[in-house]
């Protein structure tokens, strides 16, 4: 999976997912001539067939954080970009992309003075601290707009076994992943289009952008979704998830039958998730352009939002293996 390490080291978080978009411009024109960037800098690659056109997406960016302001002894503060958790940033090392890159920690007054700790963590009260100055940051190249992300302890690696992977970014690093691994040897008669979307963590916006230039018949979008252990289910290992319905919406029933036919035939247990909270791409697609059939098909990720996400390399294998057998044959319609 060293195209996964790669993908996942790159800094990409909303509205600044260029280098992303240029390592998949880079593989996706190994297989597929048609690889365009639209206004909204979604990455559109077609593989031209026959109908039914389906449409798969995964999008680029990941959450993080964005300079709001240097107080005079260069203590910065920041706004956050996706949903992120203030109790998860305390401690956190992060990276600041100025002229040079260069190495933060996320703290508080408390914690940097050895005071006691407040009773309840405010977002407004953590900044990042450098150790530098207002002036010498400025220097630098940090400024008010600059981004922030995460920086993990070891980027990309492995923790109790070669299939447990973690790392930053894997929301939705994994997504992109699959649909680039898909690609390869694809073996179908019908038209596909793959589209990496920007901005997805801030409001689903890439993608709500690129369906006005496409005309697809459903659309599935490869995304992850939160491990969740109390409940026993979205577990780690146990295969690919399939989202019924999430906070915003619910998924087409005869692509959701479709795909569960499919991985069993393969003999692959898919997790199926009915969640009150979170969304995916497929939101800005479903109800686009007169109704789009789709779905959301992806893995399960623990500690989902934050620099040291957890994932199981099996339930990626997986998840490629039933997206490529699904497109074989897609059903022909899904709205009767």
């Known amino acids: ?89 305390l401690a956190q090392r992060v990276k600041i992309s100025g002229k040079k890159e260069i190495r933060g920690v996320i703290t508080i007054d408390e914690v940097l003075n050895g005071w006691t700790m407040p009773k309840k963590l405010r977002m407004e009260d953590l900044y990042v601290y450098t150790g530098l100055s207002k002036k010498e940051l400025a220097k630098k190249g940090i400024k008010i707009g600059t981004y922030i992300s ?61 369906v006005f230039n496409l005309e697809p018949d459903y659309a599935l979008a490869i995304d992850v979704t939160g ?37 069993k035939k393969l003999k692959i247990n898919l997790q199926l998730e009915v969640s009150d909270i979170g969304t995916t791409d497929a939101t800005s697609i479903f109800a686009a352009k007169g109704g789009i059939p789709s779905a959301v098909l992806g893995v399960s990720v623990a500690n989902l939002h934050t620099g040291v996400s957890v994932a199981h390399r099996k339930d990626i294998e997986k998840t490629i293996k039933v997206l490529r057998e699904f497109l074989k044959n897609p059903p022909r319609r899904c709205w009767d």
């Open 1 to 89: 999976m060293d195209l996964l390490s790669k993908l996942i080291n790159l800094e990409g978080i909303s509205g600044n997912e260029h280098s992303v978009r240029k390592v998949i411009i880079k593989e996706a024109k190994k297989y597929f001539k048609d690889v365009k960037v639209d206004k909204m800098g979604n990455v559109i690659v077609r593989k031209k067939g026959i109908h039914p056109r389906v449409l798969l997406l995964a999008h680029m960016d990941e959450v993080g954080l964005m300079v709001k302001s240097i107080d005079s002894t260069g203590k910065i503060s920041f706004g956050v970009l996706g949903s992120i958790d203030p109790e998860i940033l």
């Open 150 to 210: 995460f920086s993990d302890y070891c980027d990309f690696c492995t923790l109790g076994s070669k299939d447990i992977i973690s790392g930053k970014a894997l929301d939705d690093r994994i997504g992109c992943f699959v649909l680039l691994e898909v690609m390869k040897n694809l073996k179908t008669k019908h038209e596909v289009v793959f589209v990496f979307t920007v901005q997805e963590e801030v409001g689903l916006y890439g993608a709500k952008a690129s």
């Open 227 to 263: 491990h969740d252990e109390e409940e026993d289910r979205m577990i780690l290992g146990k295969g690919p998830s399939l989202t019924i319905k999430d906070a915003k919406m619910i998924g087409n029933k005869c692509l959701n039958d479709s795909l569960q036919k499919v991985a």
